[in-house]
């Protein structure tokens, strides 16, 4: 199975900043098959980008995606302070689909 | 809109079984395959496997194979996820989510996702 990688672990950073979080496969995920999801604590995980760089629903353009092959990586422009969380990307191109073990993003 | 809504917190024995129930609606329930996808305790996201409600074909973790079964109650529009002999390693909240096409296979992103049910195995 694909294994993904996510650095940093945490990411300290203030409101207004940007954020790039990475995610690395260990070998190449099938086509734009990269999703990536926020989870805020004692909730569950909740759509952010699919296709690399496909917001979902009701997701503001300060979140964007990008990547092919083994790296992606995931920019917030502006950090807001309703985007401190964890963010997880998942690889749907080969089975089992696989999560990274996240990024933590916190107010520095 | 689309609601996923689960069964409630559970506490079992190891070797016990839990069923978990994920009510789904807003949508046309036989239309959408539905995952569970369990997170332990401080830990990432784990794929436990996947039904599809239209033709009940199941696909299943392979560390999970021959404990895990899924089903559907199309009259309740409610999906359930059987896992026995438990472990507790099998400690974790468990999640239902929705494919985000109709009639997809089993290896698709998730666009909807249920609040989480905790199963505490402890003895």
């Known amino acids: 199975e694909i294994v993904l990688t996510q650095s940093p672990g945490t990411l300290s950073l203030s409101p207004g900043e940007r954020a790039s979080l990475s995610c690395r496969a260990s070998?190449?995920?099938?086509?734009?098959?990269l999703a990536w999801y926020q989870q805020k604590p004692g909730q569950a995980p909740s759509l952010l980008m699919y296709?690399?760089?496909s917001r979902a629903t009701g997701i503001p353009d300060r979140f964007s995606g990008s990547g092919s092959g083994t790296d992606f990586t995931l920019t917030i422009s502006r950090l807001e302070p309703e985007d401190f969380a964890m963010y997880y990307c998942?690889?749907?191109?080969?089975?089992?689909?696989?999560f990274g073990q996240g990024t933590k993003v916190e107010i520095k | 809109q689309v609601q996923l809504v689960q069964s409630g917190v559970e506490v079992k024995k190891p070797g016990a079984s839990v069923k978990v129930s994920c009510k789904a609606s807003?949508?046309?329930?036989?239309?959408?395959?539905i995952s569970w996808v369990r997170q332990a305790p401080g830990q990432g996201l784990e794929w436990v496997g996947w039904?599809?409600?239209?033709?009940?074909?199941?696909k299943y973790a392979e560390k999970l194979q021959g404990r895990v079964s899924m089903t559907s109650d199309t009259s309740t529009s409610t999906v359930y996820m059987e896992l026995r002999s438990l472990r507790s390693d099998d400690t974790a909240v468990y999640y239902c989510?929705?494919?985000?096409?109709?009639?997809?296979?089993?290896?698709?992103?998730?666009?909807?996702w249920g609040q989480g049910t905790l199963v505490t195995v402890s003895s």
């Open positions: 989510a929705r494919d985000p096409l109709p009639f997809s296979s089993w290896v698709v992103y998730f666009d909807y």
């Open positions: 807003g949508y046309t329930f036989s239309s959408y395959g």
């Open positions: 039904l599809s409600v239209n033709n009940g074909k199941t």
């Open positions: 070998q190449s995920v099938s086509s734009t098959y």
């Open positions: 296709g690399v760089s």
């Open positions: 998942q690889q749907y191109g080969s089975s089992p689909q696989t």
